[in-house]
């Protein structure tokens, strides 16, 4: 099946820093990815959806200034966390929108395996 | 507005009993698709099963099993004979179509106790 990579896994990083964090499709290109966050012992909350060559879209409450997110391609996103903070630490997860052979009604969604972002 | 609830926040069962996970959804399309997702420490989300709005036949797979009543809203998870492995946080999950954002909802912890 179709796979999705996130890189890194796990991040410490001191507060006022960037981090960078990484999602990419193996097997297939992706259109559309998903960003979302859960923190400790919560659900997954939806952050952001990214599309390939435009601008993502926020979901309120989201700062897009300090969530920065790249689909430059059809294969990676980058969401970039500027200036973290404490309460920034979270678990972040994408996921990936596969249309197989453009045939919409076999699309499906592929989760990544997370990344843990620790804010010191 | 698309919601999920999962009303049980914490559930214990000892070893080899059966354990039903509840999920109840809203959702005002004619067409959606509910899963479910186990979440083992690690965080990775494992998927389960996918179900969409016309098919409304139960499903069995080993030892889970899923009922799906639209009358109800509802798509319940059964694990029977419980086992240590399947300790871990369920989450339900709705979506407009396969490809859009999905909702989760708040998710259960599952221990399974030897």
């Known amino acids: 099946g179709a796979v999705v990579s996130q890189h890194p896994s796990r991040v410490i990083c001191k507060s006022g820093t960037s981090v960078k964090i990484e999602c990419r499709s193996l097997?297939?290109?992706?259109?559309?990815m998903f960003w979302y966050r859960q923190f400790p012992k919560q659900s997954l909350m939806l952050m952001a959806t990214s599309n390939e060559g435009s601008k993502a879209t926020y979901e309120q409450g989201v700062e897009k200034d300090k969530f920065l997110i790249n689909h430059a391609s059809l294969t990676l996103s980058t969401l970039t966390v500027t200036s973290a903070h404490p309460e920034d630490s979270s678990f972040y997860i994408c996921s990936a929108r596969d249309v197989p052979s453009g045939v919409y009604w076999k699309e499906t969604q592929y989760f990544g395996p997370g990344t843990r972002l620790l804010v010191l | 507005a698309q919601k999920v609830t999962q009303a049980q926040t914490e559930i214990s069962v000892v070893e080899k009993e059966d354990v039903t996970l509840d999920c109840v959804y809203e959702?005002?399309?004619?067409?959606?698709?509910l899963f479910w997702y186990k979440q083992p420490p690690s965080g990775e989300l494992v998927f389960l099963i996918r179900?969409?709005?016309?098919?409304?036949q139960n499903e069995i797979s080993g030892r889970y099993s899923w009922n799906f009543q639209k009358s109800t809203s509802s798509f319940n998870f059964t694990i029977t004979a419980s086992q240590v492995v399947d300790s871990a946080v369920y989450f339900c999950a709705l979506s407009a179509n396969t490809g859009n954002q999905f909702y989760f909802g708040t998710g259960t912890s599952l221990t399974v106790i030897p």
């Open positions: 097997d297939f290109q992706a259109t559309t």
């Open positions: 179900r969409n709005s016309f098919d409304e």
């Open positions: 959702t005002r399309d004619t067409t959606y698709y």
